[in-house]
């Protein structure tokens, strides 16, 4: 499986745009990019996916490079909701197995 | 939807016991995660399985533990006999896998606390 890399955590203003990065750089052809979020030890929440193409939801936007090697996962407009730990994982092959790293930890701050 | 259910949320239980956690998935979900998260190691990944079969359980601690799916709308984790270092919060999560890809996103239980006294 592909491994990833994420800053530790980040701070971001509310109601400014949090802006994560994620390195995979031995990302290969067939595998995915997810984006999860986990709150205070609640389960972790899908938040958005892609393999190519850049893609938006109501939660968010993914941008993913077109050497695939990184993406960014972009939330328009953070709330202090969105405080939260951010996964960024890849996979789809070898029967879809999903290995989450240590994510980055996003404080939304007033 | 009802989403991925565990039971029970909580469970107390003294060193030697059997400890029997439980997950019912998404109904239509035919892949299904179990998750073990502590401070320490984060989320590891323990088993999972595609239809009912186990695919992978090199995340499985020891022999202590045990994963079974006996149908598509239930799943159990035992671990016998338990340990201290066993407290973690386990998960479940399940997907609707289809075609070679399985690229379906994971869909989360709210977990089970395990303590371990």
């Known amino acids: 499986d592909a491994k990833t890399t994420q800053p530790p955590s980040m701070d971001c203003a509310e109601g400014r745009a949090a802006n994560l990065p994620c390195n995979h750089s031995?990302?290969?052809?067939?595998?995915?990019v997810y984006w999860y979020r986990q709150i205070h030890s609640q389960g972790p929440q899908y938040i958005i996916h892609?393999?190519?193409n850049n893609e938006t939801n109501e939660m968010a936007s993914l941008i993913i490079t077109e050497d695939r090697k990184s993406s960014t996962l972009i939330l328009p407009h953070a709330t202090l909701r969105d405080t939260a730990v951010y996964y960024c994982?890849?996979?789809?092959?070898?029967?879809?197995?999903?290995?989450f790293g240590q994510g980055t930890e996003l404080s939304v701050k007033p | 939807d009802a989403g991925v259910i565990q039971s029970p949320r909580h469970e107390v239980t003294e060193m030697g016991q059997e400890v029997t956690l439980r997950c019912k998935p998404i109904s239509g979900h035919n892949s299904l995660f179990w998750y073990r998260q502590t401070m320490m190691r984060g989320l590891e990944l323990l088993i999972y399985?595609?239809?009912?079969?186990?695919?992978?359980d090199s995340g499985m601690p020891e022999d202590r533990f045990s994963a079974k799916m006996p149908n598509a709308s239930f799943s159990t984790l035992k671990i016998q006999p338990s340990e201290p270092r066993d407290s973690a919060v386990y998960f479940c999560?399940?997907?609707?896998?289809?075609?070679?890809?399985?690229?379906?996103?994971?869909?989360f239980g709210n977990g089970t606390r395990l303590t371990v006294t």
């Open positions: 031995t990302i290969s052809g067939n595998e995915y």
């Open positions: 994982i890849v996979g789809g092959n070898q029967g879809g197995k999903l290995i």
């Open positions: 999560a399940s997907r609707r896998a289809a075609g070679s890809s399985y690229n379906s996103p994971l869909h």
């Open positions: 399985f595609n239809n009912n079969v186990p695919i992978d």
């Open positions: 892609g393999l190519k």
